[in-house]
């Protein structure tokens, strides 16, 4: 982690141990689906922000937006209540590797593990948020993405001559050309490939505690219960259970 805003030097060390703290509790509900506090996915990230970002890389088809292009953005730090604020994407950095015809996939924050994204998609909550926001913008997309740049042209009257000093051999036309060959290419291709995935889990939790607790419910789900104080359980129990399936969705059920 790379502190950008304050600086790192303008840090004291509690604080930066505190960020580093926070951190980890959110990482570690994002990878086991809860904590010792019964905290959720949706209790230490902003679900949309973060869906929204790896949908605008995606759309644009990114093949750099990893490492040092990802700023992570938190309101405030209260180590007594440390999710006050929720963790949420900052702007989408560097897009010179954006914009590639090829391949018609993904773009490489979604699937990688670098940063959170690969486990986030295991959620049925994320993949919902995700595809939700991809349905709200995909029929006008095009048309709006069209009309921002014909909108902005007369804002940049240099941009030619600025072209042409930075050595490029495309002229302003071409470029627009390009772009509208992109975006024809692309949305098509990225709601296909955004429609196959899964909504739900596709898995019915049981309404009332089965006869053996659950044992094999859980086995064959590859499920794991958690108590509201963070301890596994092999079966379920009277009262609250947070159960957390194998796709990374935490759902709590009391029985």
């Not at 509900?29 to 904590?35: F, N, P, Q």
């Not at 490492?67 to 900052?90: A, C, Q, T």
């Not at 979604?110 to 991809?134: I, S, V």
């Not at 064959?220 to 104080?229: M, P, S």
């Amino acid at each position: 982690w790379t502190f950008k805003d304050p600086d790192f030097e303008d840090w004291p060390e509690d604080a930066r141990q505190n960020i580093e703290a926070v951190t980890r509790m959110a990482e570690k509900v994002i990878y086991e689906g809860t904590d010792s506090e019964g905290r959720t996915l949706a209790d230490v990230i902003d679900i949309d922000s973060f869906a929204g970002w790896v949908l605008m890389h995606d759309v644009i088809n990114s093949r750099d937006g990893l490492g040092s292009n990802m700023f992570v953005i938190k309101d405030d730090l209260d180590m007594e209540n440390p999710f006050s604020s929720k963790f949420r994407m900052s702007v989408l950095w560097d897009t010179d590797g954006a914009f590639k015809l090829e391949p018609d996939d993904f773009c490489s924050v979604h699937g990688k593990d670098t940063f959170w994204f690969q486990k986030l998609f295991q959620y049925t909550e994320f993949r919902q948020a995700y595809k939700k926001k991809w349905n709200s913008i995909k029929a006008t997309l095009y048309d709006g993405i069209m009309q921002a740049l014909q909108d902005r042209l007369p804002l940049m009257p240099g941009l030619e001559a600025s072209r042409r000093f930075a050595g490029s051999s495309m002229t302003t036309e071409q470029c627009i050309k390009q772009m509208e060959n992109y975006f024809q290419h692309r949305i098509p291709v990225l709601d296909e490939l955004i429609q196959k995935m899964p909504d739900q889990s596709g898995i019915d939790i049981p309404s009332t505690i089965p006869s053996d607790g659950g044992v094999e419910w859980i086995s064959t789900n590859n499920a794991k219960v958690y108590g509201l104080d963070g301890i596994q359980h092999s079966s379920f129990v009277k009262g609250i259970n947070i159960i957390r399936l194998s796709d990374g969705k935490t759902i709590k059920i009391v029985y």
